[in-house]
Structures are given as C-alpha cells and as structure tokens.
C-alpha cells in the first residue's frame, strides 16, 4: 500500500555539525513532495517542498534530494542549530487537495 | 488572527461523553484538513473540506466521528460516545486548495479520555 516513512526514529547531533533525514517512499506515482518541522506543542510547519521532475531543491540551510529510481528523499540540513531540534516528517500529498500521508517522524536533538 | 486557531487547547473528558473541536481556519482558505496524531506518531489524515462539503472523510475511524464545515469556514469535530482510544491530539489545517499550496497547520487540541 501507499506509505511514507522515515529510516531513523531519532538523531543525535552537536550544533554546527550537519543533519540527514532520510525518507523512503512506496507510490511510484507520487510525484510533489513536502517536508515539515514539529516543534514540541505545536502543530507541523512547511519547511521545504520538491516536485519529481526535480532531484535537488535547496532554501535556507536546508536542502532536499530525491531519487526517484529507489524511490528515496532526503532532507540536509547545514550547522544545525539547537532551534533546530524537532521532529521532522515527510509528507507526500495523495491528490490534488487532498490529504497529505505522513511519515513517522525523526526526532533531531541538537545538543550545544 | 493571521494562522489557524484550534480551541479548546486541551480538554479532558469521561468516557463515554461528546465531545466538540474547533477549528479557525486562516481568512480565505477554501480547503480545511483535520489529523489525529497519537504519542510517537505522525499525524493521521481524518477528514478534507472543500469550502463546505467533505470531500474527503476516508480518514474518519467510526460513525462515531463527524465532521461540519457549514460555511465553509469554521469547522468543528464531533466525537460521539468517547473511548479512551481517542486521546490524540486532533490537529486542523487549512489551504487555499490544490496540492502544491502549503496547508497551514494549527497548533492542535490535546483530548484526554479518562
């Protein structure tokens, strides 16, 4: 069936070393995928978006990288600061509009 | 206000009793989500509005839940006969429609079912 996951359940890193969230998919039919933050208490929060007709997208500190062929995405994240620490999740949106499937999540601890 | 509000922040019921969710969705929005998310999980779809009509409830668990959009701006979740199983926090979004416009999520009401 149709799922999105995430390899690593947790992730430990020291501030100012880079972070990679790695995320596998099942649809080959998926073709727009997002990435979002969780901060404890509070809902999920848009951080980067790629389309499949691209394989790297980069913003402010982070990039993501997709590879379609084993069906694979990952999120970097350059000098990783403490506010950094969260969960993350990728998300990959079924149809147009509607529901966007989540991953499990990877807690990023970012330690001083 | 400028996000999506949830109200209540929290709420602890008793078995067995209804339960009501709000949910403010940012001015304009035409489309309305609303997740449940247990402990260590990611969020799990329920229900998608598109302005008032459920164009999605796939998500939904039971008849026990329902969902109203009547003007296709507040919704509220209905969660009949509660069951403890049903302690989540229930997180709503909301986006101008489509796939590729960012949902804008709330920060979600925690329910306790005692």
């Known amino acids: 069936g149709e799922s999105v996951g995430l390899h690593l359940p947790t992730l430990s890193v020291q501030e100012g070393d880079n972070s990679i969230i790695n995320c596998a998919y099942s649809?080959?039919?998926?073709?727009?995928f997002i990435w979002y933050k969780q901060e404890s208490g509070k809902g999920p929060q848009f951080i980067i978006d790629?389309?499949?007709?691209?394989d790297k997208r980069q913003g402010q500190r982070v990039t993501v990288l997709l590879n379609k062929t084993v069906k694979h995405l990952s999120l970097q994240i350059a000098a990783t600061q403490p506010g950094d620490s969260a969960v993350y999740f990728c998300?990959?949106?079924?149809?147009?509009?509607?529901?966007?499937?989540f991953g499990k999540g990877t807690t990023l601890s970012v330690s001083s | 206000g400028a996000g999506v509000s949830q109200t209540p922040s929290n709420k602890v019921t008793e078995k067995g009793k209804y339960v009501e969710l709000r949910c403010d969705p940012i001015?304009?929005?035409?489309?309305l989500y609303w997740y449940r998310q247990s402990l260590g999980q990611g969020p799990e779809f329920l229900i998608y509005?598109?302005?008032?009509?459920?164009?999605?409830d796939s998500g939904l668990p039971n008849d026990r839940f329902f969902a109203v959009r009547p003007e296709g701006s507040v919704s509220t979740l209905k969660i009949q006969r509660t069951e403890r199983g049903d302690s989540a926090v229930y997180l709503c979004?909301?986006?101008?429609?489509?796939?590729?416009?960012?949902?804008?999520f709330g920060q979600g009401t925690r329910l306790t079912v005692v």
């Open positions: 649809n080959s039919a998926s073709d727009y």
């Open positions: 998300a990959d949106p079924r149809e147009a509009g509607t529901a966007l499937i």
């Open positions: 790629i389309r499949s007709n691209m």
């Open positions: 001015s304009g929005h035409t489309a």
């Open positions: 509005f598109q302005g008032t009509g459920a164009a999605d």
């Open positions: 979004a909301s986006s101008l429609g489509g796939k590729e416009n960012e949902a804008f």
